[in-house]
Antibody, heavy 115, light 112 residues
Framework: QVQLQESGPGLVKASETLSLTCTVS????????WSWIRQPPGKGLEWIGY???????NYNPSLKGRVTISVDTSKNQFSLKLSSVTAADTAVYYC?????????WGQGTLVTVSS | DIVMTQTPLSLSVTPGQPASISCKSS???????????LYWYLQKPGQPPQVLIY???NRFSGVPDNFSGSGSGTDFTLKISRVEAEVVGVYYC?????????FGQGTKLEIK
């Protein structure tokens, strides 16, 4: 059974770059689309973007070009970078595979942006 | 962007009674491949969302038949046949037809 685990710093300074990695275990990262989703404390869910294992990406325009998602198939990992963060980027960040009966989510990791 | 609108935003239900949540999309979610890309999730406190239903009416593996999804085009419904403590949380619909993927605002279900 595929499992996803987010990792990365829990605290990022304003104006810097948030970096997270998602490790996929129990299955191959190849041939699938992998997403990042976030949820500010007490609020709803926002899809950030996805990457296919080949490296093709699609991002949410609401993040205005601050997002980069990359993949390392040799490590079965994909990563998120969000630049120029502000307090509004404080959220629980989830990695996920959103595909019908193959849907899987990580447990999420809280990232707090400090001033 | 496709806007997903859920109603009601909160629901208080007597144990053993049914519950229903509506989700309306601003555009049809029917793909040219014949599938309709509408999901339902339940998020329990302190947990990630768990998928209940995919493609309108398909129950995800391990999801009890207490949950059912229906609808087409732009109008969708999640039904819980019998509310128990285990179904308390926030329910979200989500579309994956078109980028960016979008979620409804969430419906909070509590026990009366």
């Amino acid at each position: 059974q595929v499992q996803l685990q987010e990792s990365g710093p829990g605290l990022v300074k304003a104006s810097e770059t948030l970096s997270l990695t998602c490790t996929v275990s129990g299955g191959s990262i190849n041939g699938h689309y992998w997403s990042w989703i976030r949820q500010p404390p007490g609020k709803g869910l926002e899809w950030i973007g996805y990457i296919f294992s080949s490296g093709s990406t699609n991002y949410n325009p609401s993040l205005k070009g601050r997002v980069t998602i990359s993949v390392d198939t040799s490590k079965n990992q994909f990563s998120l970078k969000l630049s120029s963060v502000t307090a509004a980027d404080t959220a629980v960040y989830y990695c996920a595979r959103l595909r019908g009966s193959y849907t899987n989510w990580g447990q999420g990791t809280l990232v707090t942006v400090s001033s | 962007d496709i806007v997903m609108t859920q109603t009601p935003l909160s629901l208080s239900v007597t144990p053993g009674q049914p519950a229903s949540i509506s989700c309306k999309s601003s555009q049809s979610l029917l793909h040219s491949d014949g599938k309709t890309y509408l999901y339902w999730y339940l998020q329990k406190p302190g947990q990630p969302p768990q998928v209940l239903i995919y493609e309108v009416s398909n129950r995800f593996s391990g999801v009890p038949d207490n949950f059912s999804g229906s609808g087409s085009g732009t109008d969708f419904t999640l039904k819980i046949s019998r509310v128990e403590a285990e179904v308390v949380g926030v329910y979200y619909c989500m579309q994956t037809l078109q980028f960016p993927y979008t979620f409804g605002q969430g419906t909070k279900l509590e026990i009366k």
